[in-house]
Nanobody, 122 residues
Framework: QVQLVESGGGLVQPGGSLRLSCAAS????????IGWFRQAPGKEREGVSC????????YYADSVKGRFTISRDDTKNTVYLQMNSLKPEDTAVYSC???????????????WGQGTQVTVSS
């Protein structure tokens, strides 16, 4: 059974940083990717970033390139999203996702975590 458990959300001032964690279990398929989607009230869901398990290739939305970094710790089966230079428009519920890379990139990943709130406000 695939499980994704997020942590690390919270309230931060503009320009600040947060690190989200996603503890994953229940799958080992090398063609899977793990990543993050976000959704703000009244806005469409947006793919933020993902990392391919097999080779560590990473992908980022244009809106976060240069500010966010995705990484993984295989010893802990955990993926991290380091978010720097946060802006008010980054405010959203961030959800960890996984599935074959094609489904994650297409916005229809197989599995979702419960989500964690990130609020950027002064």
């Amino acid at each position: 059974q695939v499980q994704l458990v997020e942590s690390g959300g919270g309230l931060v001032q503009p320009g600040g940083s947060l690190r989200l964690s996603c503890a994953a279990s229940g799958f080992t398929l090398n063609y899977y990717a793990i990543g993050w989607f976000r959704q703000a009230p009244g806005k469409e869901r947006e793919g933020v970033s993902c990392i391919r398990i097999s080779d560590g290739s990473t992908y980022y939305a244009d809106s976060v390139k240069g500010r966010f970094t995705i990484s993984r710790d295989d010893t802990k089966n955990t993926v991290y999203l380091q978010m720097n230079s946060l802006k008010p428009e980054d405010t959203a519920v961030y959800s960890c996702v996984t599935g074959p890379l094609s489904t994650v990139v297409a916005g229809i990943p197989d599995y979702w975590g419960q989500g964690t709130q990130v609020t950027v406000s002064s």
